[in-house]
């Protein structure tokens, strides 16, 4: 029959041993010469063809991820400006972290356009300003609010000619929602001058300006 390939002496190198370790640890491994040759090993059964690529097997995962954590200049209440998306450069007011660990942020919607939002703490700047929400109702949102629905699969036909763009709708709940939010905080913005027009005015930046020394 034909021999094993791997040939183990006194001289030979570590990994030398370690491949015939893990070749006499397989189904069959002890009877290496039969198995060499494809056909079925007479210990412990061994399969009589391997496969001809790597089969990747899934490693088992015990880590779970932790929430991130906010950093200390984020508070309820807190003014943020955005950094990123299509909202960039507004100023938003932090309303509470969701489960996932991202931030619920309102404009409001009523002062500056921006809705009810969840964004990224890693792409938004803390401000000095912040907004007493004791009188603002937040509602018990989490990452399902925001989730989207799936439309039925249209066919290939069907999708090359739907020329026209569909429009989003809006769910009343959303509308709820931001009704109930912008209801509080637009009474609290009332009540502390010129905080209408700060939340107004976009963030921006222009030539001479130095990022890293403004206090925000």
Same mark, same amino acid.
Not at 47 to 53: F, K, N, Q, V
Not at 154 to 169: G, H, I, P, S
């Given at each position: 029959g034909i021999s094993c390939p791997i040939q183990v002496t006194a001289g030979s190198p570590p990994f030398v041993r370690t491949a015939l370790r893990k070749v006499l640890e397989m189904p069959g491994g002890k009877n290496v010469s039969g198995r060499w040759r494809g056909k079925k090993a007479a210990s412990?059964?061994?399969?009589? =063809?391997?496969?001809?690529?790597?089969?990747?097997?899934?490693? =088992?995962?015990?880590?779970?991820?932790?929430?991130?954590?906010?950093?200390?200049?984020?508070?309820p209440g807190t003014v943020l400006i955005l950094l990123a998306g299509r909202f960039r450069g507004h100023r938003v007011i932090f309303l509470k972290a969701l489960s996932s660990g991202t931030l619920l942020v309102s404009g409001p919607f009523q002062i500056n356009g921006v809705p009810l939002r969840r964004v990224n703490q890693a792409y938004v700047i803390a401000t000095s300003v912040v907004v007493d929400l004791s009188g603002v109702t937040v509602p018990d949102i989490d990452d399902e609010f925001f989730a989207r629905k799936e439309d039925a699969k249209?066919? *290939?036909?069907?999708?090359?000619?739907?020329?026209?763009?569909? *429009?989003?709708?809006?769910?009343e709940e959303r509308k709820d929602a931001q009704q109930l939010v912008d209801t509080g905080l637009m009474e609290a913005i009332k009540a502390v001058p010129l905080l209408d027009a700060y939340l107004r005015a976009r963030f921006t930046l222009r030539n001479g300006d130095k990022a890293h020394k403004m206090k925000f």
């Open positions: 412990k059964g061994g399969a009589s =063809m391997y496969p001809a690529d790597d089969v990747k097997t899934p490693l =088992m995962r015990y880590r779970v991820p932790k929430k991130p954590k906010l950093r200390p200049s984020i508070q249209k066919t *290939e036909e069907e999708e090359f000619f739907a020329n026209e763009a569909k *429009e989003t709708e809006v769910s």
